[in-house]
């Protein structure tokens, strides 16, 4: 886990630099992760489509772009980005949850794959394009997996995909359309740390799959969890990525060709390169509890409070262990913003070094859902971002002003 500094640029000359709230990423770090990727995969035909959701900064996909990662996309306007940043349509799969049929047509026009996810869609597919768009259809394998229930995917409630129970369906619309079926699509959650979960979903999915006669491609989603603090040790990606393959290759052996294997990974590439760095406005002694009230709130990075995540967070003015109190950390929005949370997802105190008003806090694992979840709420400004390359820092986001607040506003 990076700590006091990203490439030996101090995070408190960072914070100095360019401001706070910022969020920064180290780009190492990010080949890093897809280099750890690769080698668990090692000899199978693995395309990895990075899950731009989690961190969608055209310097970010510019990156993943120039290390040879493709996209996943949820959203036109996440394709859109992708093709600025450099992406060709063919590099982009654009995966969405209960959009208008319009935005599937529109991401077919730019040449994205889509991956479809409900009967209905499936038959308006067949009835537009026949047999001459290729298409994924992404399956609910009715497996629970990840960290907590707001983030699983693919348990029986869940509205994703299309459940497994519902193969004669799905065969019966193909059929009926010859709708070209080249890959089959799942999804478990977030935060899935072993490997029977994957190999789980995996075998469900592979399972079902041996109905559909012209794939080209399984796509095993994403979900890898990475380690929030440094006793955590997340996922085994060599572990896992291992069982994954020889689960895949049993299956392919089976099916009786060679298939692709894609893996759509989010957080497990861009997480643990981002670090968000906040002030501190106010040290509270409260009788009960003392605060540390830092220059962000749920506006800035919402995880915590939206989901109860754990992020590590440490006094990055203060490497003097010898003083430490308990703080809870607060933000300044006008809710409870509490960003200190527990690995059981409630509010806490943390053990910082002394905290004085005006130190940098640090908040680790923000390179994913940080940014990407930030609002304007209290008509706050959004934070700015940076990016450290070869032992540079730069500016991949301008610090907001007024006037984009008001821009489309009467
Ligand atoms: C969000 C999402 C992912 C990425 O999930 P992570 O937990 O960030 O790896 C992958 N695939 C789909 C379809 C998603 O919606």
């Known amino acids: 886990m990076a700590y006091y500094s990203i490439q030996n640029i101090p995070l408190t000359?960072?914070?100095?630099?360019?401001?706070?709230?910022?969020?920064?990423?180290?780009?190492?770090?990010?080949?890093?992760?897809?280099?750890?990727?690769?080698?668990?995969?090692?000899?199978?035909?693995?395309?990895i489509k990075y899950a731009a959701k989690a961190n969608t900064n055209l310097s970010i996909l510019r990156l993943m772009r120039e290390n040879g990662v493709d996209m996943d996309v949820v959203s036109p306007q996440e394709l859109e980005i992708g093709l600025i940043a450099g992406y060709e349509g063919s590099n982009i799969t654009f995966t969405p949850s209960g959009v208008h049929f319009s935005?599937?047509?529109?991401?077919?026009?730019?040449?994205?794959?889509?991956?479809?996810?409900?009967?209905?869609?499936?038959?308006?597919?067949?009835?537009?394009y026949g047999s001459s768009q290729p298409c994924l259809i992404r399956i609910k394998p009715h497996v629970f997996g990840g960290g907590n229930e707001k983030i699983m995917t693919a348990h029986p409630e869940s509205k994703f995909g299309i459940s497994i129970h519902q193969k004669a369906e799905i065969l019966s619309i193909v059929e009926q359309?010859?709708?070209?079926?080249?890959?089959?699509?799942q999804h478990t959650g977030s935060d899935i740390k072993d490997g029977k979960t994957f190999e789980q979903a995996a075998s469900a999915?592979?399972?079902?799959?041996?109905?559909?006669?012209?794939?080209?491609?399984?796509?095993?989603?994403?979900?890898?969890?990475?380690?929030?603090?440094?006793?955590?040790?997340?996922?085994?990606?060599?572990?896992?990525?291992?069982?994954m393959s020889n689960a895949f290759r049993a299956f392919c052996q089976k099916y009786g060709r060679e298939l692709r294997l894609w893996v759509e990974p989010g957080k497990f590439l861009v997480s643990e390169s981002g670090t968000f760095l906040a002030e501190t406005n106010v040290v509270k002694r409260d009788p009960v509890k003392t605060f540390v009230g830092i220059?962000?709130?749920?506006?800035?990075?919402?995880?915590?409070?939206?989901?109860?995540?754990?992020?590590?967070?440490?006094?990055?003015?203060?490497?003097?262990?010898?003083?430490?109190?308990?703080?809870?950390?607060?933000?300044y929005i006008c809710e409870t913003d509490t960003f200190s949370f527990d690995f059981n997802g409630k509010q806490n105190e943390r053990l910082l070094n002394k905290v004085k008003e005006g130190d940098i806090i640090a908040l680790a694992n923000a390179g994913a859902y940080g940014f990407t979840m930030a609002s304007h709420y209290?008509?706050?400004?959004?934070?700015?971002?940076?990016?450290?390359?070869?032992?540079k820092a730069r500016v991949i986001r301008r610090r907001e002003t007024l006037e984009d607040i008001l821009r489309n506003q009467e």
């Open 295 to 331: 220059n962000s709130g749920l506006n800035h990075l919402i995880r915590p409070m939206m989901y109860g995540s754990y992020h590590y967070i440490f006094n990055a003015s203060n490497q003097d262990s010898s003083k430490q109190e308990d703080y809870r950390v607060t933000g």
């Open 205 to 243: 999915l592979f399972d079902f799959a041996y109905d559909f006669k012209d794939l080209q491609i399984i796509d095993l989603g994403g979900g890898f969890k990475v380690p929030y603090s440094p006793e955590d040790p997340g996922v085994n990606m060599l572990e896992v990525g291992q069982i």
């Open 13 to 47: 000359d960072l914070a100095k630099e360019f401001g706070t709230p910022l969020y920064v990423y180290d780009a190492d770090k990010i080949r890093e992760k897809i280099s750890v990727l690769r080698a668990a995969f090692e000899g199978i035909d693995l395309t």
């Open 378 to 391: 209290n008509s706050r400004f959004l934070p700015a971002e940076v990016l450290v390359d070869g032992g």
């Open 177 to 185: 359309y010859n709708i070209n079926v080249i890959g089959l699509h």
């Open 103 to 128: 935005e599937i047509e529109y991401a077919v026009s730019k040449g994205a794959i889509v991956n479809l996810d409900n009967l209905s869609v499936l038959e308006k597919f067949g009835q537009t």
